[in-house]
């Protein structure tokens, strides 16, 4: 792990291989290095990987809990031009495809290329009024919780039940080392809503998602797809939430594949 300092915060992250920057976000529980690891191992000797530990996640010291998407992607812009990385294709899980969707926003010279993997246009932005404000609610309260309760409650939500134990039990472990404030901080960024963010996206996009996703399935996939001209659209099936170490082989081949094609 390497580290560096960006707006006063310590930011954790993991880097291998060379050419063009493939930028990694993790969602709003686990950290970048496990999140990633395959995707880290094997897109490699094609890009410049580089998985961060989201300010509050990992290594990473913990942000204001009123941090806000806006917050997080300033900060990821800072990230990336610390960093000096060149020609920026961006991949966000979940809360990081809500924080790929602020970055073009505020910064959209940065990212060339998205990928939005079982990723919401915010909670408010993609999930029913109700559903968002429980959603919400339940991550408070879960911040609160010990540990072991806090991953048994979100753990089974995240992966289909045919998934690899080992891939289970290595989420586990960084999903019991989260952090109080910086989920509560990364649970609000979540929560709002971008709707108005996804018709602005203006350059090539990839939108994929788990067949059996619990949290942010299909049907949000159609909806980004439907916003977003020219977006290509991989649904993996029998897959979860965590789709990338769910099938870590569809999910690299895809990305391969339309960055291949983006960058041809």
């Not at 609160?144 to 989420?171: H, Q, R, Y």
């Not at 897959?239 to 082989?249: F, K, L, R, T, Y």
Request: charged share 20%.
């Amino acid at each position: 792990m390497e580290t560096t300092e960006v707006g006063g915060l310590r930011v954790t992250y993991e880097r291998a291989g060379a050419g063009p920057a493939l930028v990694l976000l993790h969602g709003y529980v686990g950290d970048g290095q496990t999140t990633w690891r395959r995707q880290l191992d094997e897109l490699s000797d094609d890009f410049t990987v580089v998985a961060w530990d989201a300010p509050g996640a990992g290594g990473s010291s913990d942000p204001p809990e009123d941090f806000g998407i806006a917050g997080y992607a300033d900060c990821l812009a800072e990230f990336i031009d610390t960093l000096r990385l060149d020609g920026q294709n961006v991949v966000g899980l979940s809360f990081g495809g809500i924080l790929a969707l602020a970055l073009h926003h505020r910064c959209p010279a940065v990212p060339k290329a998205l990928v939005l993997a079982s990723a919401y246009a915010g909670w408010r932005g993609s999930l029913p009024p109700d559903v968002a404000e429980t959603r919400l609610r339940q991550a408070l309260v879960l911040a609160d919780l010990p540990p072991e309760e806090f991953v048994g409650t979100l753990l089974p939500t995240m992966f289909s039940p045919a998934t690899a134990a080992d891939a289970v039990a290595a989420f586990r472990t960084s999903m019991l080392a989260f952090h109080p404030v910086g989920f509560r901080a990364m649970a609000r960024a979540s929560a709002e809503d971008l709707r108005h963010v996804v018709p602005q996206v203006r350059i090539p996009t990839l939108l994929l998602y788990g067949e059996q996703d619990a949290r942010a399935g299909p049907p949000m996939a159609r909806d980004l797809e439907a916003a977003i001209d020219g977006a290509r659209i991989v649904v993996l099936p029998e897959v979860g939430h965590v789709c990338n170490m769910e099938a870590p082989d569809a999910f690299n081949n895809a990305v391969r594949s339309f960055l291949h094609d983006t960058n041809s």
